[in-house]
């Protein structure tokens, strides 16, 4: 059974970081492209990164750009999301997804690119 699962959620003062997981069971991470996803109340699922099946091509919501890194450890089959200077507006749920295995060259922002999804991980950013 394939399964995605994160973790390394968690309440963060504004300014703080946090490192998430996304691990996979049941097939390889390196053959897909991997997207990670939010979606705050009463908001629409937005993208905030992906990477495509070779790592070199890679996306970054404005909104996160120069804050979150999207990485690749294929030895532990899991994608990681550093996501540094945390603001109130990253609080949300977030969630990994996986696409493939044919080759991507460029990874989708979009949530209907995706055929694997996690369960999410809370991410609330509060003083």
């Known amino acids: 059974q394939l399964q995605l699962v994160e973790s390394g959620g968690g309440l963060v003062q504004p300014g703080g970081s946090l490192r998430l997981s996304c691990a996979a069971s049941?097939?390889?991470?390196?053959?897909?492209?991997i997207g990670w996803f939010r979606q705050a109340p009463g908001k629409e699922r937005e993208g905030v990164s992906c990477v495509n099946n070779n790592d070199r091509n890679t996306y970054y919501a404005d909104s996160v750009k120069g804050r979150f890194t999207i990485s690749r450890d294929n030895a532990k089959n899991t994608v990681y999301l550093q996501m540094n200077s945390l603001k109130p507006e990253d609080t949300a749920v977030y969630y990994c997804?996986?696409?493939?295995?044919?080759?991507?060259?460029?990874?989708?922002?979009?949530?209907?690119?995706?055929?694997?999804w996690g369960q999410g991980t809370q991410v609330t950013v509060s003083s």
């Open positions: 049941g097939f390889t991470l390196d053959n897909y492209a």
């Open positions: 997804a996986a696409d493939g295995p044919e080759f991507r060259y460029y990874c989708s922002a979009y949530a209907a690119g995706y055929n694997y």
